[in-house]
């Protein structure tokens, strides 16, 4: 029969193995190794210091006040045991018996190898006379070498957690949208965004073939997955895969993606995994369409009035032709028309470029707008012998602060509209004032704004079918007055009872109005 000590060694040996197999919280881990430890030799207080970059942190303590492990934690951050050194453990041992007295009378050290690595130092106090046998430390030697294995794997796991948890973090705060596939070309995971991109939830996604879900509406630009694979895709780690295309969704419509595949591969060069950035390309597309509608109004809107200046001005310069007055003045006036048109043109398209690079500058100052527009209306008045432009403000009309010089260029910009398309008639500028802002609008006599063209008349470039075949211009003098509008904190509108189909009344012409802060 064994003896009693070598039971209960053997009992602490065993309770120590199935903490080691169960036990994966760190702290918890410590904790019972302690007790265990304490139990085992008798004694009446321990603790546990783990070993850090920065030194030695108390990571756990038993039958200490935790009040006084304030004054221990500087004397082991002070140390530096890089190896298994018994020297310099009795030393620290030494150390701390004597600063932690509280009647803690003797005790011994061991260290936690793991790996032949010191990774921690257990401490056993006593409080009566009597030191540690070897035989105590021999318990205590069999005791730690397990101990040790089990405060490293739980150091490992809680590694491993803190990784998955930070890599969680990083792929649910993507923006883009995030495929992890496996092998087999099958989902693993898929993130918060590609959730929100396709319309489904990740346990909806999860198994699924790649190709179920990475559908192309129409033929994307480059190779797909499994156009890739069938040629040998990856050769290499570092192999990525890029297409583009619409991708067909859950609910219509399909969605603009560039899509990038990176493989994963083993230490043997075999594909474990598959990650895959799906990424909303929507406002580059739109980009470039404003790219390309930016070039064709430059080569046709501006060719044209240079073109007429030019052919105007060569014509009056011939030699072998004598022009009379009239002829030169109209020629002359055609030539100022075109350069003011030129001009206009330009100065629009460097606000639209202000805008994009980061907004207008407004110089604020009190307004009279009743001035304002009845200014704007005598100017406006020489240009047309087919309309009248009138001004009809209220008396006692308030002063607002605004940028004159921009509140004047929205106003210009929507009588210049009405010019264009009311072929005749009256214009009016009008204002109402209300509580907290003044509203002023633009009507005409026109034909009105078409129902489908209500929702774009502010957007860039935008130009309805029937404004290309009538008139000339950019489609920029909505989109400018928008911006002004907004960087004054208004906001700008079509009055959809005018031109569309909830104003039966043919030719009720169009009204565009805006409001300023009082």
């Known amino acids: 029969m064994l003896p009693d000590f070598r039971v209960r060694q053997r009992d602490y040996l065993l309770e120590l193995s199935r903490a080691l197999t169960q036990e994966l919280d760190l702290e918890k881990l410590l904790e019972r190794i302690l007790i265990i430890s304490v139990e085992m030799l008798a004694g009446q207080a321990g603790i546990i210091a783990l070993k850090e970059r920065d030194g030695w942190r108390v990571a756990a303590a038993h039958g200490i006040a935790p009040a006084f492990l304030s004054y221990l934690t500087p004397l082991l951050a002070d140390e530096n045991v890089r190896e298994l050194d018994v020297m310099e453990l009795n030393r620290m041992l030494g150390e701390l018996t004597y600063t932690a007295s509280m009647g803690l009378l003797n005790g011994t050290a061991l260290a936690l190898v793991a790996h032949r690595q010191v990774i921690g130092v257990i401490f056993i106090f006593r409080n009566y006379e009597g030191r540690f046998t070897p035989n105590d430390r021999v318990i205590l030697q069999s005791f730690a070498d397990q101990a040790a294995i089990a405060v490293y794997n739980a150091q490992l796991y809680g590694q491993v957690s803190y990784e998955k948890q ?79 295309g619409d991708l067909e969704r859950e609910l219509p419509p399909s969605l603009p993606v560039g899509v990038t595949y990176a493989p994963l591969l083993s230490p043997d060069g075999k594909l474990r995994n598959i990650i895959v950035s799906v990424r909303d390309i929507t406002h580059f597309r739109t980009a470039d369409e404003l790219k390309a509608t930016f070039i064709s109004i430059v080569s046709h809107e501006l060719r044209t009035p240079v073109a007429l200046i030019k052919g105007y001005a060569s014509t009056l310069r011939r030699d072998d032709a004598k022009w009379d007055k009239r002829t030169i003045s109209d020629s002359l006036t055609v030539i100022e028309e075109e350069a003011d048109r030129l001009s206009k043109m330009i100065d629009d398209l460097l606000d639209a470029s202000r805008l994009q690079a980061g907004g207008l500058s407004l110089n604020r100052a009190d307004v009279s707008l009743p001035a304002l527009a009845k200014r704007i209306a005598e100017k406006f008045s020489t240009q047309s012998k087919n309309h009248t432009i009138v001004a009809d403000f209220p008396e006692n009309f308030p002063v607002v602060l605004a940028d004159e010089t921009r509140i004047e260029q929205v106003i210009a910009n929507l009588i210049s509209n009405s010019l264009k398309y009311a072929p005749k008639g009256e214009i009016k500028i009008s204002g109402t004032v209300h509580p907290e802002q003044v509203v002023i609008c633009v009507s005409d006599e026109g034909k009105g704004i078409d129902a489908k063209d209500l929702p774009h008349i502010f957007d860039r470039f935008y130009r309805s079918t029937k404004a290309v075949k009538q008139t000339k211009g950019a489609g920029l003098g909505l989109y400018l007055a928008r911006a002004i509008v907004e960087a004054h904190g208004g906001r700008i509108w079509a009055d959809a009872s005018t031109g569309s189909a909830q104003r039966p009344k043919p030719d009720a012409g169009a009204r565009i109005c805006f409001s300023l802060a009082r």
């Open 166 to 244: 930070r890599l969680d973090a990083l792929l649910d705060s993507a923006a883009d949208g995030i495929i992890i596939l496996n092998a087999d070309l099958t989902i693993e995971r898929v993130n918060d965004a590609f959730e929100r991109i396709y319309g489904k939830t990740h346990d909806e996604l999860v198994n699924i073939p790649h190709n179920d879900v990475i559908r192309w509406d129409g033929e994307p630009q480059g190779s797909t997955l499994d156009e890739a694979m069938a040629n040998g895709w990856p050769l290499t780690p570092n192999a990525t895969l890029y297409v583009e």
